[in-house]
């Protein structure tokens, strides 16, 4: 069996590396330089980086040239970088992928100007992949702040245009701690045969096993937040739990 994949997420909010609680906008807990925070799960021994330009996503400004240089920096070490946040256009594209990220995440694109997501996915392959942020079944946007259309309907119609991959969050589990969403994701993955990276609520080495037990359904990863900025578990034992 494949080891599920683990990215630590270092979200990036007025310069910090913050947590949010349910994404809302004013709940952060802040952790200190995203470069420190991205340099101790490199070391810690994580493969990948969940990265995200949190003023990007909600529009209050953007932190492009410290995600510039936390972006290289890890791809100097050979570490991959999932890149989210404010990509939106060509302009914002264009800028994300010469960081050297491995891939980029469009959230709120994907539901306002699904042409350009189509466009880019046909261009970029698996370069793109779409974050498919969700309360109950309806996708939320700009900052998880808008309704953004129906999941299954959304889903469908990204898996017609090739999209590669779909990075899932149940935005009522995010920063809470209270496990994933196991529903949701063997649902997603029901609808699609497309890998599927599992993002809010993990909080236990026994939540990281039940995402396990999901890779042969298509939960290719999950991402890891509050858990281990909250040192439920340190990265080192998540990834020996993962290991089949
Ligand atoms: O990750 C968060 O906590 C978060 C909270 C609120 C909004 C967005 C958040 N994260 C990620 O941002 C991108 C979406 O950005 P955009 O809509 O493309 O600008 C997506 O990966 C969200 O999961």
């Given at each position: 069996m494949s080891t599920l994949e683990l990215l630590p997420a270092v979200d990036v909010r007025d310069g910090q590396a913050v947590r949010l609680v349910h994404g809302e906008s004013g709940s952060e807990t802040s952790y200190g330089a995203p470069l420190e925070a991205a340099l101790a799960w490199q070391r810690a021994g994580a493969e990948w980086l969940h990265l995200v330009d949190l003023d990007a996503a909600f529009g209050t400004g953007d932190n492009r040239d410290l995600i510039r240089q936390v972006t290289a920096s890890m791809a100097d070490m050979n570490l991959k970088v999932e890149?989210?946040?404010g990509i939106r256009d060509d302009a914002s594209l264009a800028a994300a992928l010469a960081t050297g990220c491995t891939r980029v995440n469009l959230g709120t694109a994907a539901l306002e100007t699904?042409?350009?997501?189509?466009?880019?996915?046909?261009?970029?392959?698996?370069?793109?992949?779409v974050g498919?942020?969700?309360?109950?079944?309806?996708?939320?946007?700009?900052?998880?702040?808008?309704?953004?259309?129906?999941?299954?309907?959304?889903?469908?119609?990204l898996?017609?245009?090739?999209?590669?991959?779909?990075?899932?969050?149940d935005i009522a589990k995010d920063g809470t701690l209270q496990?994933?969403?196991?529903?949701?994701?063997?649902n997603v993955c029901a609808a699609t045969d497309k890998p599927v990276v599992a993002s809010g609520g993990v909080s236990s080495l026994d939540d990281l096993r039940a995402?396990?037990?999901?890779?042969?359904?298509g939960v290719e990863g999950a991402i890891v937040g509050k858990a281990l900025y909250a040192k439920a578990f340190t990265l080192?034992?998540?990834?020996?739990a993962v290991k089949p």
């Amino acid at each position: 069996m494949s080891t599920l994949e683990l990215l630590p997420a270092v979200d990036v909010r007025d310069g910090q590396a913050v947590r949010l609680v349910h994404g809302e906008s004013g709940s952060e807990t802040s952790y200190g330089a995203p470069l420190e925070a991205a340099l101790a799960w490199q070391r810690a021994g994580a493969e990948w980086l969940h990265l995200v330009d949190l003023d990007a996503a909600f529009g209050t400004g953007d932190n492009r040239d410290l995600i510039r240089q936390v972006t290289a920096s890890m791809a100097d070490m050979n570490l991959k970088v999932e890149l989210s946040g404010g990509i939106r256009d060509d302009a914002s594209l264009a800028a994300a992928l010469a960081t050297g990220c491995t891939r980029v995440n469009l959230g709120t694109a994907a539901l306002e100007t699904p042409e350009w997501v189509a466009k880019v996915i046909a261009e970029y392959g698996d370069k793109i992949a779409v974050g498919l942020d969700v309360r109950g079944t309806t996708l939320r946007g700009r900052g998880w702040t808008r309704d953004g259309g129906d999941l299954y309907e959304t889903l469908a119609r990204l898996d017609s245009e090739g999209c590669s991959r779909y990075v899932v969050t149940d935005i009522a589990k995010d920063g809470t701690l209270q496990g994933p969403n196991l529903e949701l994701l063997k649902n997603v993955c029901a609808a699609t045969d497309k890998p599927v990276v599992a993002s809010g609520g993990v909080s236990s080495l026994d939540d990281l096993r039940a995402l396990s037990e999901l890779v042969p359904l298509g939960v290719e990863g999950a991402i890891v937040g509050k858990a281990l900025y909250a040192k439920a578990f340190t990265l080192e034992e998540a990834l020996a739990a993962v290991k089949p």
